[in-house]
């Protein structure tokens, strides 16, 4: 009987116990909040187990060269690059024997032209290098008259002799030029020869129109006068003579190069330009000049 109390007493004991133990960690349980989940334990366990950081590393602040080392996304679209410079010492060689037409601005003629008078013409059409415009239409061209030599009274005609030495691109670089004028068109007879001489023209048929004229009205006026043959002859005569004798006191017609004159300045040799001087883009464009009117060789007074 006293062992069966004993017992009794001792599970009461045990029983006791364990209900005292479960309300602590009921209790316990209420204070911290329901268990957190087995992914957010592994979460803290791993952070536990982590090296501690450093605090003076993370309040350090960030460098220039930790930037630079960082390189920001950029939305700016990328810049085209600018064409690539002319080099300073590039050249540009016009080769000799090019033609560049020319407009005359001064009028020149043998009549007042002196060796040594300038002359003054403009580029009519652009001149190209390599598809490039290197003599825009509207650059200047000034000269000399070299010589100058009236026509003769009997034989001999006028000429011209004109050197081209000085070409103004419009951006206002300036070049030595050597040329000679070829091919003028003057609205008369005036040729050019080889050298680039300018001749006037003879006047052959004018002279014989006027013994023909003269000779003509000569017979006219005798024949009237001396009421025959006789006096037609004697008239036709003094006709003929003095249709020679204006032949013969009068000049042959002077070489002439009217105002809007063209001719083509053919280069005697090549004419070397700056590259960075000579990038125009456009072919340029000539003043509006009138080309002179056609004329006929007439006979001037020798004086």
Known sequence: MTNASLVLRLAGTVALS??????????????????????AVQAQSQAQN???QNPSESSKPATP???????????????????????????????????IPLVLHNAIS?????????????????????????IPAGSYVSGEVSESKRPGRVKGRGELMIRLKTLILPNAYMVNLNAVPSNAGTGGNETTDN???????SNKG????????????GAGIGA??????????IGAGVGAAAGLLAVLLTRGPDAELPRGSTVEAVLDRA?????????????????????PPNREPARSIPF
């Open 224 to 233: 009237i006068a001396g009421r025959g043959a006789a006096g037609a002859g």
């Open 206 to 217: 004018g002279d014989v129109g006027t013994v023909a004229k003269t000779t003509a009205a």
């Open 50 to 52: 982590a090296p501690a």
């Open 271 to 291: 004419i070397v330009l700056d590259a960075d001087k000579v990038q125009f883009t456009s072919p340029g464009q000539a003043s509006t000049l009138a080309g």
């Open 110 to 134: 043998t009549r007042s032209a002196r060796p040594g008078d300038p002359v003054y013409f403009e580029t009519l059409f652009p001149v190209m290098i390599d598809g490039h415009v290197v």
């Open 65 to 99: 060269s930790d930037a630079a080392q960082t390189p920001a996304p950029s939305s700016a679209p990328a810049s085209t690059a600018p064409p690539p410079a002319v080099p300073a010492n590039a050249k540009v060689e016009v080769p000799g024997g090019t033609h």
């Open 195 to 201: 050298e680039g001489k300018i001749i006037g023209d």
């Open 18 to 39: 364990f209900f005292a133990l479960a309300g602590d960690v009921f209790a316990q349980q209420q204070q911290d909040g329901p268990l957190p989940p087995v992914a």
